[in-house]
């Protein structure tokens, strides 16, 4: 019942701000038009094919301006780089009810993929924090601002959360369903965009090594048969329609990136975080609780707590393999993508939200570890947030957010990742000798430990 009112809650709170726009006089903006239109030529024509979707102006019902086209013809084919997967997965809902309905579609996922992190979150700690946890980050700005965006990051994070769950009850229970169930939800990311591949990859492996360790060769091997199929397929099915085994291959930007504009892009990893205007730390302070998670997994590691306490293995399992999902794609988001920090195509946060819900669920578990005052602090925060910005201000759109929700004077503190300016520089270095002397704290006391430990069995052995 509590993963039921979960959803509703979250459904309610989404459907609130239906009547925000992306910009002002524009419901749909940046990708949105593009993805609706795609969807548009599969109900109405069948085909990729936008030519006549454009000639036509089918898009004029909910995009008042003129759209251009960030594709190029293809063996006479107007397509676009944003691929079939994501327009066939809309179609049926914009079939039934136009943009609209796949705004709703896109929240129902969202409050989905939140509702599957919780049970994420189950493995880690108990109820009410699993379910509190998850659900204060389902309503910070940037889930909600992600509910109504048309993005194919919506329904990578009900995949994503999907399988990692499979991926674990594997681990935990080594059934076929599991195995099998897994196996389908990662076949259907490539699909939906290049970006969620390396993610997917993680969880894959993970996927097939638990399934092989519980000695279900046969079930692993079905397993990799199938996803191996879908990428095959997938790159089939670009190659004839796009001209390469992605979908990128038909973007009219044909200018590679060299590896100096990767090493330029590695600010971003902390840019994604804590940047002024697009940071999830500055939007949701509440996330900070994962890096606490992440801490809290170590010393549970290092102190070798599941060999104490048996059910401290399945906790361990799931954060860890929360924290690379994010890490692999939190590397992709900020390195990869070739446009500014700041793009200004969706709200702060909407581009990593295919692992906003692994995001909830590591922070469910910081959450039951914090000292309750530091967690209510952040949980006020961020919740404060979102009120200020859909009840104190009125929101001209969802691009155009003037806020400085929820810190007020203090957002100057956070750092402007997109000029070279000193303060970006020192906080940066800041965090890195931060993070290097608590490791060195922790290596030293470790070393200590175990030196004592010695000591002790060999007094024992000598008396």
């Known amino acids: 019942m509590r993963f039921v009112?979960?959803?509703?809650?979250?459904?309610?709170?989404?459907?609130?701000?239906?009547?925000?726009?992306?910009?002002?006089?524009?419901?749909?903006a940046g990708n949105e038009p593009h993805h609706l239109l795609a969807a548009e030529s599969l109900v109405s024509d069948r085909d990729v094919d936008l030519t006549d979707e454009y000639a036509s102006?089918?898009?004029?019902?909910?995009?008042?301006?003129?759209?251009?086209?960030?594709?190029?013809?293809?063996?006479?084919r107007l397509v676009e780089p944003h691929g079939v997967g994501f327009a066939v997965l809309i179609a049926p809902a914009y079939a039934i009810g136009g943009a609209r309905a796949v705004q709703w579609q896109m929240l129902a996922m969202l409050a989905l993929a939140f509702v599957l992190a919780a049970a994420l979150a189950r493995r880690m700690v108990p109820e009410p924090w699993a379910t509190l946890g998850v659900g204060l980050v389902g309503l910070s700005p940037p889930a909600v601002a992600a509910s109504t965006t048309i993005t194919p990051g919506v329904a990578a994070a009900v995949l994503l959360a999907g399988a990692t769950l499979c991926a674990l009850a594997?681990?935990?229970r080594p059934r076929r369903r599991y195995v099998a169930v897994g196996a389908l939800l990662l076949a259907g990311l490539p699909w939906l965009g290049w970006s969620y591949l390396a993610a997917g990859a993680v969880v894959a492996w993970a996927l097939v090594v638990w399934t092989l360790r519980e000695r279900r060769r046969f079930a692993a091997l079905v397993a990799g048969e199938a996803l191996a199929a879908s990428l095959v397929f997938y790159a089939t099915v670009n190659d004839r329609f796009y001209g390469g085994i992605t979908p990128r291959s038909a973007s009219t930007a044909t200018k590679a990136d060299t590896p100096v504009e990767y090493l330029e892009r590695i600010p971003r990893l902390v840019g994604v975080w804590l940047d002024r205007e697009i940071g999830l730390l500055r939007w949701?302070?509440?996330?900070?609780?994962?890096?606490?998670?992440?801490?809290?997994?170590?010393?549970?590691?290092?102190d070798q707590l599941a060999r104490v306490a048996p059910a401290r293995r399945e906790a361990e399992a799931t954060a860890g393999l929360l924290l690379v999902v994010i890490g692999v794609q939190l590397a992709v988001t900020a390195l990869l993508a070739s446009g500014a920090l700041r793009a200004g195509t969706s709200f702060p946060g909407v581009s990593m939200v295919a692992v906003l819900p692994a995001l909830a669920a590591l922070s469910a578990w910081g959450l039951r570890h914090v000292p309750r005052v530091v967690g209510g602090v952040l949980a006020l925060l961020t919740?404060?947030?979102t009120a200020w910005l859909l009840w104190l201000t009125d929101v001209p759109?969802?691009?155009?957010?003037?806020?400085?929700?929820p810190w007020g004077p203090l957002v100057v503190v956070f750092p402007d990742f997109t000029s070279l300016t000193w303060w970006p520089v020192v906080a940066c270095?800041?965090?890195?000798?931060?993070?290097?002397?608590?490791?060195?704290?922790?290596?030293?006391?470790?070393g200590r430990?175990?030196?004592e430990a010695a000591a002790s069995r060999t007094s024992k052995a000598l008396h």
């Open 5 to 28: 009112g979960l959803w509703i809650l979250l459904v309610a709170v989404y459907a609130a701000t239906l009547g925000v726009p992306a910009q002002p006089g524009l419901d749909y």
């Open 449 to 451: 430990w175990r030196r």
């Open 57 to 76: 102006r089918s898009y004029a019902g909910w995009y008042p301006r003129e759209l251009k086209t960030d594709g190029r013809v293809v063996q006479g």
């Open 383 to 385: 919740l404060g947030g």
């Open 284 to 302: 949701a302070p509440l996330l900070a609780l994962a890096f606490f998670a992440a801490w809290l997994l170590y010393r549970s590691r290092r």
């Open 397 to 405: 759109g969802w691009l155009d957010v003037d806020s400085d929700a």
């Open 429 to 446: 270095v800041l965090i890195a000798v931060g993070v290097a002397v608590l490791v060195w704290r922790e290596r030293r006391a470790a």
């Open 170 to 172: 594997v681990r935990e």
